[in-house]
Nanobody
Framework: QVQLVESGGGSVQAGASLVLSCAASGFTRSRNSMAWFRQAPGKEREGIAARDSDGSESYADSVKGRFTISKDTAKNTLYLQMNSLKPEDTAMYYC????????????????????WGQGTQVTVSS
């Protein structure tokens, strides 16, 4: 059973930076996809950044150029570096993962993932 634990959320001013972390454990296969999603009140869950073991990465247009996803393989930890934060980035941020034999077709689609963390809140004030 894969377990994901997010950390690093908080309340910041617009223009600030934050780094989210997602500590993963329990993978049994060597290939997996990991992603960051976010969900604001009253809105659907949005995939914002993802990467897989085959080197593919994907970003939502809303964060491209401001957010960077990375992974420390030795620590099995996924990161999301968030720069130039805006009030519209305010949301609960979730880490998600899926082990695969074949790469996922849609890296940013929530229904592609079967493991989820509990979420960490990011609040950006103007």
């Amino acid at each position: 059973q894969v377990q994901l634990v997010e950390s690093g959320g908080g309340s910041v001013q617009a223009g600030a930076s934050l780094v989210l972390s997602c500590a993963a454990s329990g993978f049994t296969r060597s290939r997996n996809s990991m992603a960051w999603f976010r969900q604001a009140p009253g809105k659907e869950r949005e995939g914002i950044a993802a990467r897989d073991s085959d080197g593919s990465e994907s970003y939502a247009d809303s964060v491209k150029g401001r957010f960077t996803i990375s992974k420390d393989t030795a620590k099995n930890t996924l990161y999301l570096q968030m720069n130039s934060l805006k009030p519209e980035d305010t949301a609960m941020y979730y880490c998600a993962a899926k082990e695969y034999r074949r790469p996922l077709f849609r890296l940013l689609a929530p229904n592609e993932y079967n493991y989820w963390g509990q979420g960490t809140q990011v609040t950006v004030s103007s």
